[in-house]
T-cell receptor, first 113, second 114 residues
Framework: DVKVTQSSRYLVKRTGEKVFLECVQD?????MFWYRQDPGLGLRLIYF???????EKGDIPEGYSVSREKKERFSLILESASTNQTSMYLC????????????FGEGSWLTVV | GESVGLHLPTLSVQEGDNSIINCAYS??????FIWYKQESGKGPQFIID?????DKRQGQRVTVLLNKTVKHLSLQIAATQPGDSAVYFC?????????????FGKGTKLSVKP
């Protein structure tokens, strides 16, 4: 089974704080993704990475950055958290075996106060 | 955190009945489709997928139907159980799109009455 682990399930941060969300996958997949999920808006792609040290902007990259120093780990960084970044953040990985099926982690609930 | 099930269309069924959840996809060039289940407070879970060269695929208690003519996808759940209560959403992908970038539907909330 594909395992995508998000280390922080629930976080509360103050406006202006720097926030790190970590994601680790154990399947040696090249492709990893960060989405945010909001009621009524569905899933929106923030950034993705198709290889170590490589990254591509998704649909809503503003206010976020990412880091992929190792193949198994993809980090999402909020340089200066704002209240409109309160959301559920989902990490995902892409398997090659059955087409473009993305597998998700359990999510990180971030509240910015 | 706020439930992702808010503001979604809801399907309410009796335990033991069959459920049908529908999805209209947007891109006629899409060639791969996936259904996900998301329980409250959890990440989306892969259920079943189908390629555009098929019109039906069956799994355990689930069937996906694809109608390319009208760009419609459906998920049928047989003998719905309380554990099936969740938000279900479809995803589409087309060859040549951003690598791994899927287009996700907003979802339907399935509520199973005991």
């Amino acid at each position: 089974d594909v395992k995508v682990t998000q280390s922080s399930r629930y976080l509360v941060k103050r406006t202006g704080e720097k926030v790190f969300l970590e994601c680790v996958q154990d399947m040696d997949h090249e492709n990893m993704f960060w989405y945010r999920q909001d009621p009524g808006l569905g899933l929106r792609l923030i950034y993705f990475s198709y290889d170590v040290k490589m990254k591509e902007k998704g649909d809503i990259p503003e206010g976020y950055s990412v880091s992929r120093e190792k193949k198994e780990r993809f980090s999402l960084i909020l340089e200066s958290a704002s209240t409109n970044q309160t959301s559920m953040y989902l990490c995902a990985t892409l398997t090659e075996f059955s087409g473009n099926t993305i597998y998700f982690g359990e999510g990180s609930w971030l509240t910015v106060v | 955190g706020e439930s992702v099930g808010l503001h979604l269309p809801t399907l309410s069924v009796q335990e033991g009945d069959n459920s049908i959840i529908n999805c209209a996809y947007s891109n006629s060039a899409s060639d791969y489709f996936i259904w996900y289940k998301q329980e409250s407070g959890k990440g989306p879970q892969f259920i079943i997928d189908i390629r555009s060269n098929m019109d039906k695929r069956q799994g355990q208690r689930v069937t996906v139907l694809l109608n390319k003519t009208v760009k419609h996808l459906s998920l049928q759940i047989a003998a719905t159980q309380p554990g099936d209560s969740a938000v279900y959403f479809c995803a589409e992908n087309f060859y040549g799109g951003s690598q791994g970038n899927l287009i996700f539907g907003k979802g339907t909330k399935l509520s199973v009455k005991p």
